[in-house]
């Protein structure tokens, strides 16, 4: 396809970005691209484009772009070249937040997890290990973007870029060394010359001429540092992220529309949907107990299919904002009262009139009279009057049919297979023994959620009959995420954490015999913190208190004994989930296959449903593992976690504090797991489940995503 490029400056003033010469109104959605395959990407530009969009937003993903120090990846889901050309030549703008703290429900907020292994260094800090480490990859970052010609003063798309992401209210908790460090950042970020506007997200004290933007439910009342300076809004959440162990969050279309027409009668220039199209936290890229599914309730559902009625409201919305667009450049809005909470904004110039007509009331219509003629607003809505007369759109009004997709059982059929996945034993090659207990992380370095602690208890056969005639009872406290306790080969039970809490404690009576008994933790990291103050301090694993209650010698503190450790499982060594790797071990197969055991690789191979639905596994019958489909991961499931949290209010309307409904309270938080078409061929593919708790395989099944 040809690009007509052209080189355009790009500037802004107290209004509005200025593109070549002219101000504009820019509406935006944010796009991960490693959050779907590059083989869906053109269409969910597509449809971006097609949904009123002149913008798509993305954050740049530093770990999965440099997975060890210097060794740098830009393939596949990480081509972020082709992304962002993909977007060109749609011909649609990009804006690209570069961070590289993220955040985002991502893996470490996007930071290497090596990153935390750098002597000396203090994370989003004044740490000079830090700070040399950051500008080497943003420098990349940057210098590809200028190497591709990919900034718009170049004849690219990119018409801003963002340094660092919500430090602001950072920066009020750690003091002075924040100041310094986010000074810093603004420094290194213009030093760069990107020839368009730098923007912080939530930064009060981002210095001119870089932009402050907000970031939230609503945005009405924000204003940037300098009156010199756009209203800009980098993240309107469309809807909000599911966590295992939680609900799942909507946003009624009637709100979010709402938003955004309340931001821009009120000046606002620039406005993102935090997500357009949410997507999948493939692999183990999602953060700490995020869902795999990061469907977001956007506009774009987590398969790439319209979500509607919201697509097409806020497509409507769009239209109409685009026809106000010559009047809300030119004029500064009159604001005036209609009613008690009713308002009316005006933008008058010399050759366009557009009006906002407002219902602020989140519980009673009214009947308003503007310029002579009435108007009907719904509660909490707006109404649009592109001509300050025809109201064209009303943000409650939703006049576009909703669609309910459901998930729809294919003919598909597997035929599990099964491994048993071993317990270590102390003398296995790669386990190694240390004192006391180790933090999880370190030792794993993140290269896998698994990570065993081994010990012995011996009960001689004076402490048989142990103190309280009872069985004693077992305490391991652990600072995350989930463990299984095995006592002589036998899952004696399962404890986790949760988003609020990943510390939990496992305190159960088990079962002990006079001599050795073996005791075998397994604990698995459920993604990593992307969020909070120095989240790069907070530890994984078991670390103690551990002891054991009821033998006759007293409490047995366990937490300064010498342990034994391994590193993963054995399948992951083996590499069961490709196809080679398979082939290296015997399978159970027929009637022997393992039900609702835990530690069990299952493997079947299943043809392709015919079709273009989007397809999906129902992992339902599942406890909590991972699954690969021809060697790609599809993520954690974990239906086992239930969804915990009050599914009856919905503060639509801004009553409760909460801007999001819930559902689904008391079901998995996460049934059906994506699996992409693009990662299927017609016949033969292979799937590898990891089924660390116990689960029933026989209840798996493919299903599309569907509306018929
Ligand atoms: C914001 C953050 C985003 C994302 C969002 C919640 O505070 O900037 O990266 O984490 O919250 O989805």
Not at 121 to 149: C, G, H, L, S, Y
Not at 277 to 289: I, Y
Not at 303 to 319: A, F, I, N, T
Not at 497 to 520: C, P
Request: glycine residues 8%.
């Amino acid at each position: 396809m040809l690009i007509c490029s052209t080189k355009a400056e790009v500037s802004y003033d107290h209004k509005a970005l200025i593109i070549n010469g002219q101000r504009r109104i820019l509406l935006s959605g944010s796009i991960h691209y490693p959050r779907s395959t590059p083989e869906m990407w053109p269409d969910l530009v597509k449809k971006a484009k097609e949904g009123g969009l002149d913008v798509i937003q993305t954050y740049v993903f530093w770990n999965g772009h440099e997975p060890s120090p210097g060794q740098y990846y830009f393939e596949d889901r990480y081509d972020l070249v082709k992304f962002i050309k993909v977007v060109q030549q749609a011909g649609l703008y990009v804006s690209l937040r570069i961070g590289p703290y993220v955040c985002a429900e991502w893996n470490f907020g996007g930071l290497p997890v090596w990153l935390k292994y750098v002597p000396g260094i203090v994370f989003r800090t004044d740490n000079e290990p830090f700070k040399i480490a950051m500008q080497k990859f943003t420098k990349k970052i940057v210098d590809m973007m200028k190497q591709e010609k990919l900034f718009e003063t170049q004849g690219g798309p990119i018409i801003l870029s963002q340094i660092e992401n919500e430090f602001g209210p950072m920066e009020w908790e750690i003091g002075s060394a924040g100041k310094a460090y986010s000074k810093w950042t603004a420094q290194i970020a213009l030093g760069l010359s990107t020839g368009v506007p730098w923007i912080m997200c939530k930064q009060e004290d981002a210095p001119y001429p870089i932009i402050n933007t907000c970031n939230g439910f609503y945005c009405e009342g924000f204003k940037p540092n300098s009156v010199n300076q756009p209203q800009m809004w980098t993240e309107n959440w469309t809807g909000w992220f599911t966590e295992f162990g939680g609900p799942l969050p909507n946003r009624p279309v009637e709100d979010l529309a709402y938003s955004v027409a309340r931001f821009i009668q009120n000046g606002g220039s620039f406005m993102n949907y935090y997500m357009y199209h949410g997507g999948t936290n493939f692999d183990r890229t999602s953060g700490v107990f995020v869902g795999t599914s990061y469907d977001y309730d956007a506009p774009l559902d987590e398969y790439g299919l319209l979500r509607e009625p919201k697509y097409s409201h806020l497509k409507e919305l769009h239209k109409v904002i685009k026809l106000c667009e010559p009047a809300l450049v030119s004029a500064d809005p009159t604001i005036t009262w209609l009613g008690d909470k009713q308002e009316a904004h005006v933008f008058n110039s010399k050759t366009s009139c557009a009006a906002f007509l407002s219902n602020y009331d989140p519980i009673y219509a009214t009947r308003v009279m503007f310029r002579g003629f009435p108007y009907d607003l719904p509660a909490w809505s707006v109404s649009i009057l592109p001509d300050c007369k025809t109201e064209y759109h009303n943000t409650a009004k939703i006049r576009v049919p909703s669609i309910f997709m459901k998930m729809v059982p294919t003919r598909t059929r597997f035929s599990w297979e099964s491994y048993h996945e071993e317990i270590p034993s102390s003398y296995d090659v790669g386990t190694f023994a240390k004192d006391g207990l180790v933090e999880q992380i370190s030792m794993t370095r993140d290269k896998t959620d698994y990570f065993w602690y081994l010990a012995d208890i011996t009960i001689s056969s004076d402490e048989k009959f142990l103190k309280t005639g009872v069985d004693p009872l077992l305490t391991i406290c652990s600072a995350g995420h989930a463990l299984h306790v095995f006592v002589n080969g036998q899952l004696a039970g399962t404890s986790y954490g949760a988003l609020s809490n990943s510390k939990f404690t496992f305190s159960q009576k088990i079962k002990l015999r006079v001599g050795i008994n073996k005791l075998a933790l397994l604990s698995t990291a459920v993604g990593l913190p992307n969020a909070g103050v120095h989240y790069e301090t907070w530890n994984t694993g078991v670390l103690g208190p551990a002891t054991l209650y009821g033998v006759n010698s007293g409490t047995w503190d366990m937490s300064k004994w010498k342990w034994s450790y391994k590193i993963g499982t054995k399948g992951e060594a083996l590499s069961l989930h490709t196809v080679t790797g398979s082939s290296s071990v015997e399978w159970i197969k027929g009637s022997f296959v393992a039900k609702k055991q835990p530690l069990i690789w299952y493997k079947s191979y299943f043809d392709t449903p015919v079709g273009n639905e989007p397809l999906a596994l129902d992992m339902n019958t599942m406890g909590k593992g991972q699954v690969w489909v021809n060697g790609h991961n599809i993520g954690r499931h974990w239906p086992a976690y239930k969804a915990r949290g009050n599914c009856s209010r919905c503060n639509y309307g801004g009553i409760y504090n909460e801007k999001k409904c819930l559902s689904n309270c008391g079901q998995a938080s996460q049934r059906w797991y994506h699996v992409p078409r693009s990662w299927l061929k017609p016949y033969g593919n292979l799937v590898v489940v990891f089924e660390e708790w116990g689960g029933d395989p026989s209840g798996i099944s493919i299903v599309e995503r569907t509306n018929k």
